[in-house]
């Protein structure tokens, strides 16, 4: 099945069930009130919200009505965690050529995985307020999943299982900031400004044989003010996600809702499909040509992300968002 | 005012007003149910909560009963966002140079910061599940602060008005895996197991003129298996909490309920006051002998945090843990 969530002024919005061509929906209230809280009792919320789907798909639910694209939150404006990873070996190739860092030890071996800001991630639609076109604004288009609960030691075999949904996000980023922060040692705080989520999560079932070895095999489109940037395909990652979530598990228990993101999708004939980052672009540029010519984001740029099925059917609805200048005022 | 949780089986707890000699209690339930949600509406609740602690401190609440200290939960089982500095110099300086790494550039002028898990915290007195003796357990005994919402872009002089309650941390860590997860730059997952916190949180005028420069100006007191091991002054950091603050916001913002770490508490005179964790001594040892002497914590061990006013009053009450083996069972 596919949710979404429609705004509502609560902090955690009111879940919609979505038809799987994104065209109509259902308010799901009936049987839980938001996203979250179906996380956190998935196993009685779960049956009615699929028959919600199956009648909203045959086209026999009365109360239907058009998908409210421009009303819609993030899947879930707010979680408990979010742990995103970098899976695809080609990004982290290239980056440390460009910046010319040591290899990150182990990194074949062991997931690359930063923990962010879960409190207030952005729509799909939402504006990306940055504070200064100077700290190089860049969007990263990644595959996120949503887990259950998953307790601490949890092996790699066992977590695939944990995966309840599946969604698109755009790791806005500040490059400037980040290399700073990283040769601490401490991960990003200031490079990480919010996460944006795709309009539409999916149970995993909705991908057919796309989902599998804990990866999405197809492109992620990407658009950077209505340029094509790159279609690399999700399938390529390094680690699939039932290892990110072991990793994560290792000393933690993961709470229900828990949301974790692939990192920069990648893939190593880069030249052909493109980058679903600017850095990665730089990066090339700088392999090529010494120095990178593309700049980063400026206000009022755009970024669009979408990922298409066999039959061209946008999955999880488009992340289509611009850049602008964080509000001044000191009690925004 | 002094505010606790019990544990009632919910994911949050029911909220508590404590005595200021934290002898006894009152339900706070009449006025909201959990500390979260009373971080999340505060200028509505604050005020009946006032009330609350003040005819329990007076003695006139007839509902009062004895602090059910067993049944306290951390302040906030779970929380938004678990943002943790180190900000005392003499720590980083003592790691710096035991562990042989390079100065961390800006150190001395960009607050270090890294982002924990905040959906899993542990309280007072719960057991620390630990996946392997052989990853280095040690204890971290820090002051952390709980905000109320900070807009993006809040600078450090209008930051302190934000900090509504001031509580004790031991935030848990691995250090075999620290040092591995540090060179990553990717910041900690696996090396920083639930953070635990005092009985009680309390508000900031609970500590008078102790309460200056975004610091709490008393020494902690930190014991190892009923052995003391330190008592460094919390006064001494090398960056407020306002700046913490600052630092975090710079382009996020930070929902109501943040909780913000000092970082272990370390003081330059370290040889004299001792340390609020074994890698500070071990750092010490490498320093003064070649090698660490002083092992990390086994299974059974423990530690107890606490901090005392200028009339020896317990401010939040003690954090008195063991260590203990994860359950092996794949759910536990």
Chains 1, 2 share one sequence.
Not at 41 to 46: A, G, N, R, S
Not at 212 to 217: A, E, I, Y
Not at 267 to 275: D, K, M, Q, T
Not at 306 to 330: C, K, L, N, T, Y
Request: proline letters at 6%; a negative charge.
């Amino acid at each position: 099945m596919k949710l979404a969530t429609m705004r509502d002024g609560s902090p955690d919005g009111r879940l919609l069930v979505v038809s799987r061509d994104l065209r109509s929906a259902l308010r799901a209230d009936a049987v839980v009130m938001s996203l979250r809280e179906a996380m956190e009792t998935w196993d009685q919320v779960e049956a009615g919200l699929q028959r919600l789907a199956d009648s909203l798909n045959r086209g026999d639910a009365p109360d239907a009505f058009a998908l409210p694209l421009r009303e819609l939150g993030p899947p879930m404006p707010r979680s408990w965690q979010w742990l995103d990873a970098s899976a695809f070996h080609s990004h982290g190739d290239l980056m440390e050529r460009a910046f010319r860092h040591a290899p990150i030890e182990g990194k074949l071996t062991r997931p690359l995985m930063y923990q962010g800001g879960s409190d207030d991630f952005l729509g799909p639609m939402d504006d990306i307020p940055m504070p200064d076109e100077a700290d190089g604004i860049d969007f990263e288009a990644e595959v996120a999943v949503v887990t259950d609960r998953v307790p601490m030691g949890t092996p790699a075999g066992d977590a695939l299982r944990h995966v309840r949904l599946i969604m698109l996000a755009n790791d806005a980023s500040l490059r400037s900031l980040a290399m700073v922060e990283m040769k601490t040692g401490f991960g990003w705080i200031q490079a990480k400004p919010a996460t944006s989520f795709s309009p539409v999560a999916v149970t995993p079932d909705e991908l057919g044989l796309a989902w599998k070895d804990g990866r999405v095999h197809y492109p992620v489109q990407v658009y950077w003010n209505e340029r094509h940037f790159g279609s690399p395909d999700a399938g390529a990652m390094g680690f699939g996600f039932h290892e990110l979530i072991a990793h994560a598990a290792y000393s933690r228990n993961l709470s229900a809702g828990t949301v974790l993101g692939s990192g920069t999708v990648s893939n190593a004939n880069y030249r052909e499909v493109g980058s679903a980052c600017i850095a990665e672009r730089r990066a090339i540029e700088i392999a090529d040509e010494g120095r990178a010519v593309t700049p980063y984001m400026r206000y009022a740029d755009r970024v669009r992300i979408e990922m298409f099925d066999a039959h061209g059917q946008s999955i999880f609805g488009a992340i289509d968002q611009q850049i602008v200048p964080a509000p001044r005022s000191r009690d925004n």
